[in-house]
């Protein structure tokens, strides 16, 4: 026996109907099987809660007296896009505020509007015939658009990369902040009670599917950007002036930027069997990989394989060691989603829709074109390297002869062992140290991999603050040297 | 007790710790150190009955103590209870509880700040 959504529906408005979150779900089938399930239960509600880059706002702030095309516009000095129509502007929540860089962006904008905040509004012209202003600097509130209409390309991931990293530093990603050496894994998504996860066909989420977005009624547009299930992702659309402020925080990753988390749950029909079944899953059943954000690559090493059960644990396995686990989703927030959106279809306030198309049960995500990775190999120079035991005196004849400024020292073996710069041997020069380099040479050495694009040695150089890497290979063994001379003439041809 | 000790140029090159144990038996838990050549910084955990004569050889030597009553404070308005302070907390302040609500077992907490600067909600702040 199959239900449809005008059964289900008409069940809502004469408040007859059995709606279950999915956490619920899950107990119930496993009691009374699917099959049964399927006739007891009409909805069950799923909700996630997270940080979601790709979201914004469509705004009409209405025509100021003499007009104005904006060619650029500010909101609490958080810029938004105006390359559409005079008063049309589009303002994301990662965007950052010229004046207050990573503390305030444009997710604290919208939720500022949302919380009857006014916010001060600046715009610049070139002026024309039709529109002849040039500047304006007012407040709104969001009372005063005539519309704020929450556009998002790409939410309610249905699964996600987790985070780890091996390397010796703290990363601070937006997946939070990494401990270096495994110290700890971070990662995202609400994993069984999460929408895509409970309706993993897109039977009934598709174009057209109401939606519950941050407390107000919003609707699926579309799959969204980098829709690649199992990594399926949604364009969603919903009125920010009828948004709720608990269901919706600006946050700063450190180190990272501003993001905005937001809530969002979806109700799916339980038409048959099939559906009872699927929105039975349980975390041990839906996968991921830990990734490692220790390699600054677009294909990041796959660590390992992992369940959101175990994630969800707060503790997994590394190579043999246990490393803590924190989720970047809020749970706590997810249920509230999953709870609220249940009371709306419970009392009546909210109703199903069928969508009038399926999004894609497949993808690919293809990387950037590029014209070409330019790597450490392509641009490094032949090392001069010493042994340890060479005289400070010899090595500052090196310098002179061989006119370079960075030696690296290695072993018998060609292993990296350390690094004297002219620096440091004027240093022992001048303070009459006239010992072996290895009394002076510096034994952390800041490194680069050969195959390690060239933006990644920069970043490296400009993080501390020196002037050039010895390029090793997997057993330290020099390759040889890339200075931020060789660097910078690559830029100028650019 | 914790403390918070403070040395100066004088006091940093003395091994203050090692006198006040001989001294008065106590068993001092050093939970962070950051030593260098002109001043230095330590938290220590004292039990509460050697607390006070411990404190006494500090001042004697002219180390700054200063009591670490208040630990790590969880802005509950703030909080969004994403978790991600679990896994960076070195003692394991932080937790779940039965409703995924993050909850701070604030007794244990050693006053490092690792926490603070990671919270992307500013929830978390470390009165001194």
């Known amino acids: 026996m199959k239900k449809t959504i005008e059964e289900i529906n008409r069940k809502i408005a004469e408040g007859s109907v059995c709606v279950v979150t999915a956490e619920e779900m899950k107990e119930i089938v496993e009691e009374l099987g699917a099959e049964k399930a399927s006739k007891e239960v009409d909805v069950v509600t799923t909700g996630t809660f997270g940080a979601m880059c790709s979201s914004g706002v469509f705004m009409n702030f209405g025509h100021s007296d003499p007009p104005i095309k904006m060619q650029r516009v500010w909101l609490n000095d958080v ?31 919208i939720e500022d509007l949302v919380r009857g905040k006014e916010v001060e509004l600046r715009a610049i012209s070139y002026g024309t015939d039709c529109y002849p202003r040039k500047k304006i600097v007012t407040e709104i509130a969001l009372e005063d658009l005539n519309q704020a209409v929450m556009v998002n390309p790409r939410n309610a991931y249905q699964r996600y990369k ?42 009934t989420i598709g174009i057209g599917t109401r939606i519950f977005l941050c407390g107000a009624k919003g609707y699926i547009i579309g799959e969204g950007t980098q829709h690649t299930p199992p990594f399926g992702t949604l364009m969603v659309k ?6 709720k402020p608990e269901f919706m925080k600006a946050i700063v990753m450190p180190g990272y930027g501003v993001t905005m988390m937001l809530g969002i749950g979806i109700p799916i ?14 975390d041990d059943q839906i996968f991921t990989e830990i990734i490692d954000f220790g390699v600054p690559r677009r294909d990041r090493p796959v660590v390992r394989k992992v369940t959101y059960a175990e994630l969800k644990s707060g503790q997994v396995e590394i190579n043999g060691e246990i490393v803590r686990v924190s989720p970047l989703s809020s749970y706590y927030m997810a249920k509230k989603v999953m709870e609220e959106l249940k009371r709306m279809i419970d009392k009546g306030e909210f109703f199903l829709t069928q969508p009038v198309e399926r999004i894609p049960t497949s993808g690919k ?33 090196i310098i002179i002869e061989k006119n370079v400024n960075h030696l690296p020292v290695v072993d018998e073996n060609g292993v990296l062992i350390g690094i004297v ?26 490194t680069a991999m050969p195959d390690e694009p060239i933006e990644s040695a920069a970043r490296k150089m400009e993080q501390y603050n020196i002037s050039a890497l010895p390029v090793v290979d997997a057993k330290k063994r020099v390759l040889g040297l890339v200075t931020s001379e060789d660097l910078s003439k690559l830029l100028a041809r650019w | 007790m914790l403390m918070l000790l403070k040395f100066d140029s004088k006091t940093i090159k003395k091994p203050i710790i090692s006198t006040a144990t001989l001294e008065t038996n106590a068993l001092i838990n050093i939970l962070r150190a950051n030593v260098g050549a002109r001043r230095g910084e330590m938290v220590v955990e004292v039990d509460d009955s050697k607390a ?36 960076i907390c070195p003692v394991e302040v932080f937790k779940f509880d039965e409703n995924w609500k993050v909850i701070a077992e604030t007794e244990k907490c050693i006053h490092c700040g690792v926490c603070i600067k990671v919270c992307p909600c500013q929830a978390l702040s470390l009165p001194i």
């Open chain 2, 52 to 87: 006070k004569e411990v404190e006494e050889i500090f001042r004697r030597f002219g180390v700054e103590v200063i009591e670490l009553k208040e630990a790590v404070v969880k802005d509950e308005d703030k909080c969004i209870h994403c978790g991600l302070c679990i896994s």
């Open chain 1, 421 to 446: 710069t002219s620096w440091d041997v004027a240093k022992a020069v001048a303070m009459g140290k006239l010992g072996k380099v290895s009394d002076v040479m510096t034994r952390r050495v800041i």
């Open chain 1, 269 to 282: 029909p339980i038409l048959d069997e099939q559906l009872a079944k699927a929105t039975a899953i349980r």
């Open chain 1, 365 to 397: 995500m293809k990387p950037m074109k590029q014209r070409e990775v330019k790597v450490v190999k392509s641009v490094m120079t032949k090392a001069v390297t010493i042994s340890p035991t060479t005289s400070i005196e010899e090595a500052s004849r």
């Open chain 1, 238 to 243: 919903g009125n920010l002036k009828e948004m």
């Open chain 1, 162 to 203: 987790a985070a780890t990293n091996s390397s010796d530093r703290v990363l601070r990603t937006y997946m939070g902040t990494l401990l270096p050496n495994f110290g700890n894994v971070t990662f995202a998504g609400c994993g069984e009670i999460s929408p895509l996860n409970n309706d993993p066909e897109y039977r």
């Open chain 1, 79 to 109: 810029e938004a896009y105006t390359g559409i129509a005079a008063v049309d502007a589009y303002l994301g929540v990662t965007q950052l505020s010229e004046s207050r860089g990573m503390e305030y962006g444009g997710a604290h904008v």
